[in-house]
């Protein structure tokens, strides 16, 4: 069973940043498979996509909410992806998961459908 644990939460004020890490573990395949994207839920609203990197890192997406302010990447020797997040907003204010897909999935990458593990989470808070 793949396991995804976010860690970097936390409350910050508007302009200030914040770096959200996603660590990788199981059996079977490799961490270097499996595309992982990041999704957060504010209190009310849907679940939306942030951000998603695919499993060699060489092509990333941004909602058009967060371009520009946030960026994707990931370590496949530490089983790691990051979400720099710069610039924060309190529309940012939300519960942010990490999720990982089936091995060396390239589309739908902006659905939560797509992904089949997910962490359970960790807050950030943007006081304005």
């Known amino acids: 069973q793949v396991q995804l644990v976010e860690s970097g939460g936390g409350l910050v004020q508007a302009g200030d940043s914040l770096r959200l890490s996603c660590g990788v573990s199981?059996?079977?395949?490799?961490?270097?498979?499996?595309?992982v994207g990041w999704f957060r839920q504010a209190p009310g609203k849907e679940r939306e996509f942030v951000a998603a990197?695919?499993?060699?890192?060489?092509?990333?997406y941004y909602a058009d909410s967060v371009k520009g302010r946030f960026t994707i990447s990931r370590d496949n020797a530490k089983n790691m992806v990051t979400l720099q997040m710069n610039s924060l907003k309190a529309e940012d204010t939300a519960f942010y998961h990490c999720?990982?897909?089936?091995?060396?999935?390239?589309?739908?990458?902006?659905?939560?459908?797509?992904?089949?593990?997910w962490g359970q989470g960790t807050q950030v808070t943007v006081s304005s």
């Open positions: 199981g059996p079977g395949r490799t961490f270097g498979s499996y595309t």
């Open positions: 999720a990982a897909t089936r091995p060396y999935a390239w589309e739908g990458l902006q659905t939560a459908a797509t992904y089949i593990y």
């Open positions: 990197i695919t499993w060699s890192g060489s092509t990333t």
